[in-house]
């Protein structure tokens, strides 16, 4: 069951497709009132804090300092046009 759990959460995640959209609110409320009658799900929040941290079912399973994250994601471009 909990691999079925993680598999959703990536195909939400991960997965491209032309009727799946991402969207950014301030307010929880806003997304509530607007899809009332649609499915959604809230994949997470911006906050101020200098880490990316992913839970699921309450359980924190990433946490990871965005300035790692940062050098991982420019690391091949560097590499490739410098």
């Known amino acids: ?11 939400v995640v991960l997965e ?8 950014e609110v301030e307010n929880k409320k806003i997304i509530d009132d607007i899809f009332k009658n649609v ?3 809230v994949l997470g929040k911006t906050t101020f804090e200098e880490n990316v ?3 699921q079912n309450g359980k ?3 946490d990871v ?3 790692i994250l ?3 994601w420019q690391s091949p471009m560097e590499k490739m046009f410098s």
């Open 1 to 11: 069951m909990e691999r079925a759990l993680e598999s959703k959460l990536e195909t």
């Open 16 to 23: 491209v497709t032309s009727y799946r959209k991402h969207v």
């Open 39 to 41: 499915p959604y799900i």
């Open 53 to 55: 941290n992913v839970s």
């Open 60 to 62: 924190k399973i990433i």
């Open 65 to 67: 300092d965005l300035g």
């Open 70 to 72: 940062k050098k991982a």
